[in-house]
Structures are given as C-alpha cells and as structure tokens.
C-alpha cells in the first residue's frame, strides 16, 4: 500500500517562505484572519452567468459559505494494525499504525483534518492546525503558527499517538524529531488536482483501519465534484475562442515574489474545470517560473487568479499594477480582471473542492451576484 508521491508544488512554496521569514516553532495562540465568507445564495445551476465574460471589468473575490461536515458514521469499526509507508525526503518507511485514539492531522489548509473527520473520527483529533476551523474543531488546541510552523512543545503536550501529515507544514526537521520522539507519523502527498481528494479519502481511509469508508468517502467526492464541473460547463463559453484565458499569479510582496504556477501545482486542472484555458499547460511551464515582463505579456491572460492574502502583501490590485507595469498591458491587467481566493482554500484539493469550484465560478461568470 503506497501512501505518497513527489512533494506538492504548495508545500515548496511554504518552506521557502518559512525560510525567508526566519518562522520559528513555538507556543501559538490562534490568529486567524477574517471571516469572508459568502450569504444565503442560489445553487449554480440557477445563477446567470456573463455573456461576455472576456469583457468584463473589474476584480472579484470567490467566498466560501460556513464549512458543516457531517461524518459518514459515527463510530466507524476499524481494522487495526495496519502498516503503511511514509516517505519525508523520497526514502520509503514502513510506518505501523497500531491506535488512533489521539489524532493530529495537520497541513496548510485544514484539508486533512477535515476528512478525518468526515471519516467519523473527529472524537480522536486532540490539536489542530491554524487552518482547521469547522464547527466541531473550535476548541480544540492549535499547534501550528500563522506561518505554519509547528510547534513541538504543544504537539507532545497533547501526546498523540499518530500525526498525519503532507509536507506543507514544517519546518521538516520538528516533524522528524517528533517521529524520533516516539510519535508514529505518516506523510500523505498527494499529487496536486481534482484527483486529489479522492486519493487523499482513499489514503486516509487505509490509514485508519477504514478502507471501505474511504473509498465510499472517494466516490461522493469525485461524484460532487463532477457535478459541480458539467454545470460550469454548460453554463461557461463553449467555443475556443470565447474562452478566459487565465494564469496562477502567486504573490508575496513583502519578500518580493512574483511568481506564475506551472502544470505540478494543479492549477491547470482547476482552471480547466472552470471553462479556462490554462496558459501553463498550453505553453508546457512547469513547477515555478518566476514572473517576467516577456513571460506576462507574451501569455497574455484574460484573467489572473491570486490568493487572497497574496494580493493583499503587495496592496491589491492598483498597487500591483504600479509594481508590475507590464501586467497593465495584459488583457486582465487592462480591465483589472483579477480573482482572489483565500490561500487555504484555493489550491487546497481537499474535502471542499466542490464548493470551491463553485465559489470561483461565481466570481469568474457572475461577479457580484
């Protein structure tokens, strides 16, 4: 049973940027930032989207409603010992899990702990990461910083006896000297796409002793996520020609990155579910290409998907214009055709990737509706 693959595209991004901002591991208080979250709204199938939508001005931000999960049973019946493989620096290592009666899974958007719990095991989680705030989680400790570094103190303070992990969190070095503390931990990579929570389901779900339940946790996702995707399709431009070319701008003002995401960070498979042309795989970029005036103007996108706390570093939209001239000569930089998700939610491809396609293709067809 292989539970890993190659190192998501997001979790270098987020160790390069605890490197940069010199993050050290500590005792964390939660600081979380504020709620945007989107109101009573119609299903997509009922709202209009633009005619023309290559013609529109303007930025828009996709929001998210309130995360509820309901878990597919109770007290799932697991079938336990199981061994399994983890892999830190592309070394295979058998893992033996033997108890999940004190759970941690913790990674950049909260995606983890999401499905152990959606797998009926949200009684077991004793922590949380900074971005795991569904109803249910609230009082449980935070172990992880804004920056997303763990904190090894409050993680032994909590005596787990299993942390399931991707690699987003960090740095590397605290996770293997918790290993090395006697903690099982297992890494679960997965690789980055709309495949991506069906296999993360699938993982989990082996991991737990819940092979079955994973699997049936694997097709409700895939299931909603292809619903979600033939209605964007029906409603988006069809002809070639009339659709939005768009490109994953990932930004961090502060430490002056400007980069564009290729292929390996799932981007193209979002944007291609949302009625796009992804520029990266038309033009076969891979991992990360830093962002240059011929780059940009050459690719000439429609539209220019950012995060949202990204956007905000380098002071919106005006200012990064200002900052960057030559996405003014862009068809998106002209008509100022940006959208904005939350970092943890965007490129997370976890248990909300149905509403998160959705969410963006209310701000891509039918901005402020």
């Not at 909590?158 to 996770?175: H, N, Y």
């Not at 299931?223 to 930004?251: H, N």
Request: glycine share 10%; charged share 20%.
């Amino acid at each position: 049973m292989r539970l890993t693959s190659s190192l998501p595209l997001v979790a270098l991004v987020t160790s390069a940027l605890l490197a940069l901002s010199g993050c050290q591991p500590g005792s964390y208080q939660e600081s979380k930032p504020p709620e945007t979250l989107a109101g009573d709204r119609a299903d997509l199938s009922d709202v209009t989207f633009l005619e023309n939508p290559r013609d529109y001005v303007g930025a828009s931000t996709a929001l998210l409603g309130p995360l509820t999960l309901t878990p597919l049973v109770s007290k799932p019946a697991q079938k336990l010992p199981v061994v399994v493989d983890s892999d830190e620096l592309g070394e295979p290592l058998s893992v033996m899990v033997s108890s999940t009666k004190r759970l941690l899974a913790l990674d950049m958007s909260g995606s983890l702990a999401a499905m152990v719990w959606a797998l009926g095991f949200g009684e077991n989680l004793v922590g949380r990461d900074i971005s795991t705030t569904f109803p249910g989680s609230d009082e449980l400790p935070v172990v992880t910083g804004s920056g997303h570094a763990i904190s090894p103190e409050s993680v032994l303070a909590l005596r787990p006896d299993l942390i399931i992990t991707d690699g987003t969190i960090g740095p590397l070095d605290v996770v293997l000297q918790l290993r090395e503390a006697g903690i099982p931990v297992v890494f679960v990579r997965e690789t980055p796409g709309l495949s991506a929570p069906a296999a993360m389901a699938t993982s989990l779900g082996e991991i737990l002793g819940v092979a079955e339940l994973g699997t049936e946790l694997a097709t409700s996702l895939t299931a909603s996520i292809t619903s979600v995707g033939a209605v964007i399709a029906e409603k988006a431009p069809k002809a070639q020609a009339d659709k939005l070319r768009m490109v994953f701008l990932y930004l961090r003002g502060g430490n002056g990155i400007y980069y564009l995401f290729g292929e390996e960070s799932g981007s193209g498979d979002l944007i291609e579910a949302l009625g796009g042309i992804d520029i990266a795989t038309e033009t076969g970029w891979t991992g990360l290409r830093p962002m240059t005036d011929e780059a940009l103007v050459a690719a000439n996108p429609d539209l220019i998907l950012v995060m949202s706390e990204g956007l905000a570093s380098v002071g919106g939209v005006e200012k990064l214009i200002e900052a960057k001239p030559a996405l003014g000569l862009t068809r998106a930089g002209i008509n100022r055709r940006f959208v904005d998700m939350a970092d943890a939610q965007v490129l997370s491809f976890g248990p909300r990737t149905p509403e998160i396609m959705d969410a963006l293709a209310r701000a891509i067809y039918s901005p402020g509706q």
